[in-house]
C-alpha cells in the first residue's frame, strides 16, 4: 500500500496544490439549500462543491467544528462528504485540530481513520501536550490500512497566533521547537519521494517564516492556510514549495466555497470559477 505522503503527491502532480476547505456556513449557503433542515443543507451543498471543484484540486479539508455545529444531522452530513470525497478521488484532511494523550488520543485518532467513521486520509493535530500526545495519532496513522498521515500546527495564519508561537525557548522561537519535533517525528514515515507522513500546518501570512521552515523541512509536506479571503496571495506560499514543485497543499475556504451572494442564481458557475482561478494561480507559484 503507498505511503500517505505518496498519494498527497500524486494528487498534487495531477491536479494541483489547491486544497478546498469545506467550512459549510449555514448563513453563506445558497438561498435554496437554506430550506431545507441545517443538516441536510450543508451536506446538500458540500456534495455539490465537491463536484464542482473535482476538476481544479485534489485535496478537500472538510472543517469538522462547522457540522459538529448540527449535532447528529452534522455529523451525518461530514461523514456523508468525507465518503463521497473518497469515492471521487479527493485526498482528505478532516481539520479537527485534535490534541490529548493516552487513551484519549488513541480514541480521536481511531475516529478520524476509521473505515466505518470518518476514514479521512490525514487529519490536524495541536502538539501543545508534547511528544506523547503525538504519539498515539502517529502510531494510528501507520497502523491503518491505507497509511493515514497528520498535520501538526506549527506556524498559524491567526493574528494572535504569535502569543506562544513567537515566544523563545533558549533563544529559539517556540514554533521552530516544532518544526525540530516534527522532522523527527516523520521518521518511519517517508515515501518514495522522500516526503514524510507527519506533515506542518504553516500560514500563508507569513511568507517569510514559511520560506525559512521549507529549508529547515525539505521532507516535510505543508498544510498552507491563509491564502485568499485571509489575505495571503500567491506570491506568499511561493516559497513553500520545493524546486520540484511538490511540498505544500495550500487552502481556501471561504474563497472558493462562498464567491458569491446566497441570492445569486449562478452561485455554482462561481464557484467554478473561483475554483479554476485558485488553481492557476497556485500551480504558477509551485512551478508546477
Not at 162 to 186: C, H, I, K, T, Y
Not at 187 to 196: H, L, P, Q, S, V
Not at 268 to 277: L, S
Request: net charge negative.
Amino acid at each position: 500500500m503507498s505511503a500517505f505522503a505518496d498519494r498527497l503527491a500524486e494528487a498534487v502532480r495531477r491536479d494541483g496544490p489547491l486544497c478546498v476547505g469545506l467550512d459549510p456556513r449555514f448563513e453563506m449557503l445558497p438561498a435554496y439549500c437554506r430550506k431545507f433542515p441545517p443538516g441536510v443543507a450543508i451536506e446538500m451543498f458540500c456534495l455539490k462543491v465537491l463536484e464542482l471543484v473535482r476538476p481544479f484540486c485534489g485535496v478537500v479539508k472538510p472543517q469538522a467544528a462547522f457540522f459538529e455545529l448540527f449535532g447528529p444531522e452534522g455529523f451525518s452530513a461530514m461523514q456523508s462528504v468525507l465518503w463521497r470525497a473518497r469515492e471521487l478521488g479527493f485526498v482528505t484532511i478532516l481539520d479537527a485540530k485534535r490534541g490529548d494523550i493516552a487513551s484519549t488520543a488513541t480514541a480521536y485518532a481511531g475516529a478520524a481513520f476509521g473505515e466505518d467513521v470518518w476514514n479521512a486520509d490525514a487529519l490536524t493535530v495541536n502538539p501543545y501536550l508534547g511528544q506523547d500526545a503525538i504519539e498515539p495519532f502517529i502510531r494510528a496513522a501507520r497502523e491503518a490500512a491505507p497509511p493515514r498521515g497528520l498535520f501538526v500546527l506549527v506556524r498559524t495564519s491567526n493574528p494572535g497566533g504569535g502569543l506562544f508561537q513567537n515566544a523563545l525557548s533558549d533563544g529559539v522561537p517556540f514554533f521552530r521547537r516544532v518544526a525540530e519535533a516534527v522532522v523527527d517525528w516523520n521518521d518511519g514515515g517517508t515515501g518514495e519521494r522522500g516526503f514524510g507522513d507527519v506533515g506542518a500546518v504553516v500560514g500563508a501570512t507569513h511568507p517569510k517564516e514559511l520560506g525559512e521552515l521549507r529549508a529547515a523541512m525539505p521532507g516535510v509536506w505543508f498544510l498552507v492556510p491563509g491564502y485568499g479571503a485571509q489575505g495571503g496571495t500567491a506570491e506568499d506560499v511561493r516559497t513553500a514549495f520545493r524546486p520540484d514543485g511538490l511540498g505544500a497543499v495550500v487552502s481556501s475556504s471561504r474563497g472558493v466555497v462562498f464567491p458569491f451572494r446566497p441570492d445569486d442564481a449562478d452561485w455554482e458557475a462561481q464557484i467554478v470559477e473561483a475554483a479554476r482561478k485558485a488553481r492557476a494561480e497556485l500551480r504558477s507559484a509551485s512551478g508546477g
